[in-house]
């Protein structure tokens, strides 16, 4: 079945560092890629999306390109800010976001200033 | 325009005890979700509703769990009796074509 693999954190970094975390994902045809954010006390937020290969995704500094050849989603930020502090999500739909997402287990990222 | 909404925030039970979970999704979505987050796992897709109807109810786990969606509006997740495993963070969304959906903040289920 369709799958998505995550690096688990925590993640700790310093304020301006630079952020990449790692999704890689299995699943059967072309499916639309997803990150999603949860805020401490909120419900997950969409982050960006990419729906085909080489389409890269981008929201708040944050980017992600949909690599077929690897099956990949990375997201990537340059410098982090102490409120980007959050659990972040890695999803795929094989049903272009229509039909229920599968998740990775989520990274919780921490930035200390 | 107000999110999705669920409630309660956290619910605590025993086992072998009933308890009804809320979803409101935001008004004029027909599409709503309910996956499911076991501590340490991922976050697993239990069912899909397209206004009344169920779409796709694969992620159900077992005859325990029932969800009704009246009138196609607000929903209700009911697990009955409920066991240890289930305990979790049960989350709604919502969609209005299918394409970004959006989240409630999950309700935190733990069965004693």
């Known amino acids: 079945g369709d799958s998505v693999t995550q690096m688990e954190g925590p993640v700790t970094l310093s304020e301006e560092a630079f952020l990449t975390i790692n999704c890689t994902y299995t699943?059967?045809?072309?499916?639309?890629l997803f990150w999603y954010v949860q805020y401490p006390g909120e419900g997950l937020q969409l982050l960006l999306k990419?729906?085909?290969?080489?389409d890269k995704g981008s929201n708040k500094g944050f980017e992600a390109t949909y690599r077929k050849e690897t099956t990949s989603f990375h997201l990537e930020k340059g410098s982090v800010q102490v409120s980007d502090s959050a659990v972040y999500f890695c999803?795929?739909?094989?049903?272009?976001?229509?039909?229920?997402?599968?998740f990775g287990k989520g990274t919780h990222l921490i930035i200390q200033p | 325009e107000a999110g999705v909404t669920q409630f309660p925030s956290h619910s605590v039970i025993e086992k072998g005890q009933t308890v009804t979970l809320r979803c409101d999704p935001i008004?004029?979505?027909?599409?709503l979700y309910w996956y499911r987050r076991v501590m340490g796992k991922e976050i697993k897709f239990l069912l899909h509703?397209?206004?009344?109807?169920?779409?796709?109810e694969s992620g159900m786990p077992n005859n325990r769990f029932l969800a009704e969606r009246t009138g196609g509006t607000y929903s209700t997740l009911k697990v009955q009796p409920a066991e240890l495993e289930d305990s979790g963070v049960y989350f709604c969304?919502?969609?209005?074509?299918?394409?970004?959906?959006?989240f409630g903040p999950g309700t935190r289920l733990t069965v004693l």
């Open positions: 990419a729906t085909k290969a080489d």
């Open positions: 008004s004029g979505h027909d599409n």
């Open positions: 699943a059967t045809g072309y499916p639309s």
């Open positions: 999803a795929l739909s094989t049903g272009g976001g229509a039909d229920g997402l599968t």
């Open positions: 509703f397209v206004k009344e109807s169920k779409q796709d």
């Open positions: 969304a919502s969609s209005l074509y299918g394409n970004e959906q959006f």
